[in-house]
């Protein structure tokens, strides 16, 4: 059964820093997905990354996935506060459907 | 095409009562998908549909639970004799194949809440 982990489950940080978020994932998959949920929202997509070294970098967050080590992270640079949110990493488990992990909350202080 | 949409947002149902949500993917996407996601928790997989055909369900689909997709369009997701453990948020998603490279849409969601 595939598993899904992500740490910090909660990360408090002032505004300026930079943090990375992990996502580990228990069984072969070349295919990992982040989601941003606000709070009573839906997931919105953010990144697609589909084969092994692949890496991608929007504004503030860039992810990247090593499907040897089944580790992908998200870097957060010099944050700001409207990238509070809950953030998710998924994987494909056999092209059917994704697995998700626990979420990851950011918190952005002033 | 404005992307999946969901209805209804918000549901509030007396416990033993039935519930259907409805979810009409984007059109040219042929896989449609049904989670559940509680507070605090990752959503988690119930089932999918490949254009009319129900191909899987989650262990946590039990048989209150059914899914329907007549003719591979909208999709509805009923549960009977509604549980308070059934509140959750009710999240539907579609993709145009087995291995999306532009990924999964999600819809907005039906928040379910049994009194």
Do not use: A
């Given at each position: 059964e595939l598993k899904v982990e992500q740490n910090p489950l909660f990360l408090s940080m002032q505004e300026g820093k930079n943090y990375?978020?992990?996502?580990?994932?228990?069984?072969?998959?070349?295919?990992?997905?982040?989601?941003?949920?606000?709070?009573?929202?839906?997931?919105?997509?953010?990144?697609?990354?589909?084969?092994n070294g692949a890496v991608k970098q929007e504004g503030r967050l860039m992810a990247s996935l090593d499907t040897k080590a089944r580790l992908s992270t998200l870097h957060i640079t010099a944050a700001v506060h409207d990238l509070s949110a809950t953030y998710f990493c998924a994987v494909n488990n056999a092209g059917n459907m994704l697995t998700f992990g626990g979420g990851t909350?950011?918190?952005?202080?002033p | 095409d404005t992307g999946v949409s969901?209805?209804?947002?918000?549901?509030i149902t007396k416990r033993g009562q039935n519930v259907t949500f409805r979810c009409d993917p984007i059109s040219e996407h042929n896989r449609l998908y049904w989670y559940r996601q509680t507070l605090g928790q990752?959503?988690?997989f119930l089932t999918y549909f490949q254009n009319e055909a129900q191909l899987e369900k989650s262990r946590l689909l039990s048989d209150r639970f059914s899914a329907e997709r007549p003719k591979g369009s909208f999709s509805t997701l009923e549960i009977q004799r509604t549980e308070q453990g059934d509140s959750a948020m009710y999240l539907c998603a579609s993709s145009l194949g087995r291995f999306p490279n532009y990924g999964y849409t999600f819809g907005s969601g039906t928040r379910l809440t049994v009194v």
């Open positions: 990375t978020i992990y996502c580990n994932y228990s069984t072969t998959s070349d295919r990992l997905y982040w989601y941003r949920q606000d709070p009573g929202k839906s997931l919105e997509s953010l990144f697609v990354l589909l084969s909350r950011l918190m952005v202080k | 969901q209805n209804p947002r918000h549901k990752g959503p988690e």
